[in-house]
């Protein structure tokens, strides 16, 4: 267990809408990222928060935001879903998000899969 | 499984042998690179990092070559066993990025009982 919860586990909704995922890091974790794994991209960075601020920006659509809260937790929204969206989202969170970063190493949840229909 | 729809390439290996993994990246200036696995139904779990300016390191298991000349990284897995069916990813980081990591695109490894 990486200590990383996510939930939902799975969520089906159709095109159009808007739904929320969320993430709780482990504790004591300070930063919270977002991946997004397709069946034909694999794994692809989408934000990163440290500490409730926004630290880095991957390939995430405006369709797409998240925010991290005081208490750490962190949710994705997603919206006007389109049929391509439908993906596994992990989230991942570490103890630092600084540079040299090499003993801080990412734990994964076991993401929510999302399935737009 | 949740993978089952990645197009990936597959190392079937038998029981109790030795299993190597590779990967090729293609940030040159990378500082660090980590192998991942990934069971199904789960999220990537961390197994094993290098620094930029090592060339081996070893673990439970499992050792990891880094060649910077080729851009090469392999994943080798001693006496491989069920348990080490999974997808296997790569990925690489730099110290100016804060944690955000490249993966590659995996590999899925079968053990053959």
């Known amino acids: 267990d990486s200590g990383v919860t996510q939930t939902p586990k799975h969520l089906i909704t159709a095109t159009g809408q808007r739904v929320t995922l969320r993430c709780s890091p482990r504790s004591g974790d300070l930063s919270v990222y977002w991946y997004q794994q397709s069946l034909d991209q694999g794994l692809q960075f989408l934000i990163q928060?440290?500490?409730?601020?926004?630290?880095a920006k991957g390939n995430i659509l405006e369709r797409f935001s998240a925010q991290q809260f005081p208490d750490l937790h962190s949710e994705l929204n997603l919206s006007s879903l389109e049929l391509g969206d439908s993906a596994l989202y992990f989230c991942?969170?570490?103890?630092?998000?600084?540079?040299?970063?090499?003993?801080?190493?990412?734990?994964f949840g076991n993401g929510t899969r999302l399935t737009v229909t | 499984g949740e993978n089952v729809g990645l197009h990936l390439p597959t190392l079937s290996v038998q029981e109790g042998d030795n299993s190597i993994i590779n990967c090729a990246y293609s940030?040159?200036?990378?500082?660090?690179f980590i192998w991942y696995k990934q069971e199904s139904g789960k999220g990537p779990q961390f197994i094993i990092d290098?620094?930029?300016?090592?060339d081996k390191r070893q673990g439970q298991r499992v050792t990891v070559l880094l060649n910077k000349t080729v851009k090469h990284l392999s994943l080798q897995i001693a006496a491989t066993q069920p348990g080490d069916s999974a997808v296997y990813f790569c990925a690489e980081g730099h110290n100016n990025a804060g944690n955000m990591l490249t993966f590659g695109g995996g590999t899925r490894l079968m053990v053959k009982p």
């Open positions: 940030n040159s200036a990378s500082d660090y």
């Open positions: 928060y440290y500490n409730g601020e926004e630290r």
């Open positions: 991942a969170s570490s103890v630092g998000g600084r540079p040299n970063s090499y003993n801080s190493p990412l734990h």
């Open positions: 290098i620094r930029s300016n090592m």
